[in-house]
């Protein structure tokens, strides 16, 4: 089974952007921030995200004890608010300690 360079390459590339996904999430909710929001400044920082990815991964980190949430119905509209709990900074931190390492080691790898 041959498949083209561009499939090929297309399925490495969401295999990696997989990864990093739940780094990129929690590195943005260090300040309160509703799902729609996060969608809009992950796309800004160039991670583009769809509210059916979003969502369940929210709830699953939730579940896991990374984040913490709470509504706002000062507005019109209700909005569901996420943060880092302790431990989800704590976790943040480790992951990026690895994802640093990982990059620096892979970068010296490509370089090489």
Not at 68 to 92: H, I, M, Q
Not at 93 to 100: G, N, P
Not at 105 to 111: N, S, V
Request: proline share 3%; charged share 25%.
């Amino acid at each position: 089974m041959n498949l083209d360079k561009k499939e090929l390459i297309s399925g490495f590339v969401l295999e990696l952007r997989r990864g990093t996904v739940v780094l990129c999430v929690l590195a943005k909710l260090r300040e309160p921030t509703y799902g729609y929001n996060l969608i809009a400044e992950l796309a800004d920082s160039g991670v583009a995200i769809e509210a059916n990815t979003l969502y369940p991964l929210l709830r699953r980190l939730e579940g896991q004890g990374l984040l913490c949430s709470s509504w706002n119905t000062d507005g019109a509209k209700p909005r569901k608010y996420y943060v880092l709990t302790a431990f989800g900074g704590e976790v943040l931190a480790e992951m990026r300690a690895h994802w640093l390492g990982n990059v620096r080691d892979i970068q010296r790898l490509l370089e090489g």
